[in-house]
């Protein structure tokens, strides 16, 4: 992967990052954790400019989420409810509990979520379903990503040939952030298992 990324940025230089990034929303197998200190990593050699390399980035991250946005928008709160009522252990009342903290903390959730491995892309999705204003969507998408960019990039530019540690380190905090998540899941199911095991006892009754 480091190969490609290099030759990419070889080629297209910072848009070649900013391409990289792009992609990484909608792929997650593509690490903005990787791709990030390495574009400050070549910022460094010369081989690009720091500044070109932080606004193509951001830029990226901008047209990756608005491409998740659309996919939620078309989406839509009608077939999201269809769905979840054909998924097992899932009611629709859970949508709708969704849908109700996030009309209170879209906002922050938008903001903060392009901080979180895994939640950066995944937040763009329910922002479409609830169709938050556009342009707010944009501005909180653009300020939460440059923070975020700008960490890793600096952090690249910095530890010079080093800069793998920046994965490292922060392959641990998304190791640590999918372990709350799947134990998430696992609560999630128990209690629903639970739910249904006491209703069943409880008809036979």
């Known amino acids: ?9 070889e080629s297209l ?8 990034i792009a992609l990484e929303n909608l792929f997650p197998p593509l690490p903005s954790e990787v791709i ?3 574009a400050g990593f070549t910022a460094a ?13 951001t830029l990226g991250s901008v047209v990756g989420a608005l491409a998740l946005y659309a996919v939620g928008a078309l989406l839509g709160r009608e077939r999201t409810l269809a769905i979840a009522a054909k998924l097992p252990l899932v009611k629709v009342s859970d949508i709708e509990k969704t849908e109700a903290f996030f009309q209170r903390h879209g906002r922050k959730a938008v903001f903060f979520g ?7 892309s995944l937040i763009s999705v329910p922002a479409g379903v609830e ?11 653009t300020a939460g990503s440059l923070i975020w960019n700008t960490a890793f990039v600096m952090a690249g530019y910095l530890l010079g040939d080093q800069w793998h540690l920046v994965e490292t380190y922060a392959g641990i905090g998304s190791k640590v952030v999918l372990g709350l ?3 998430a899941v696992v609560v999630f199911v128990v209690v ?13 009754r």
Not at 1 to 9: K, S
Not at 45 to 57: A, F, H
Not at 114 to 120: A, V
């Open 1 to 9: 992967m480091t190969d490609w990324l290099i030759g990419l940025m």
């Open 13 to 20: 230089g910072a848009v070649g990052a900013g391409l990289a």
């Open 45 to 57: 050699k010369g081989s690009m400019d720091l500044v070109d390399v932080l606004v193509c980035t």
């Open 36 to 38: 990030l200190p390495l």
């Open 192 to 204: 629903r298992l639970t739910e249904r095991a006491k209703g069943r006892h409880a008809s036979r």
């Open 181 to 183: 998540v799947a134990l």
């Open 114 to 120: 392009r901080m979180i491995p895994i939640f950066r």
């Open 131 to 141: 169709r938050m204003p556009l342009p707010m969507f944009t501005l909180l998408t």
